[in-house]
């Protein structure tokens, strides 16, 4: 079992950064994800990691401007969000997958976060 508990989300302007955290108890040698959710739209991939941490990957629509990153020794997974837009607002998830590596497909996570809010003005 895992519980996963995201903080770090905001109301910002658009142009600037927020890093979101995703603590993890429980078992927590697991392949991670963001995802996130806009009002409705359905929920998409954002990033992901493997468990150990190598080949973090992105979505085409963030790629360049969000990294997602961990630090095994503290049980976190951070999303990291530089030059935010206006279609970024959405609430964001955290997301644990059984086994090393990650994917991008919603329905291989087994754990997911209760999810925080991302608000982006113009």
């Known amino acids: 079992q895992v519980q996963l508990v995201e903080s770090g989300g905001g109301l910002v302007q658009a142009g600037a950064s927020l890093r979101l955290s995703c603590a993890a108890s429980g078992r927590t040698f697991y392949a991670m994800g963001w995802f996130r959710q806009a009002p409705g739209k359905e929920r998409e991939f954002v990033a992901a990691?493997?468990?150990?941490?190598?080949?973090?990957y992105t979505a085409e629509s963030v790629k360049g401007r969000f990294t997602i990153s961990r630090d095994n020794a503290k049980n976190t997974v951070y999303l990291q969000m530089n030059s935010l837009k206006p279609e970024d607002t959405a609430v964001y998830y955290c997301?644990?997958?059984?086994?090393?590596?990650?994917?991008?497909?919603?329905?291989?996570?087994?754990?997911w976060g209760q999810g925080t809010q991302v608000t982006v003005s113009s």
């Open positions: 990691i493997s468990a150990s941490g190598r080949s973090p």
């Open positions: 997301a644990a997958k059984s086994g090393l590596y990650s994917s991008a497909q919603l329905g291989e996570y087994d754990y």
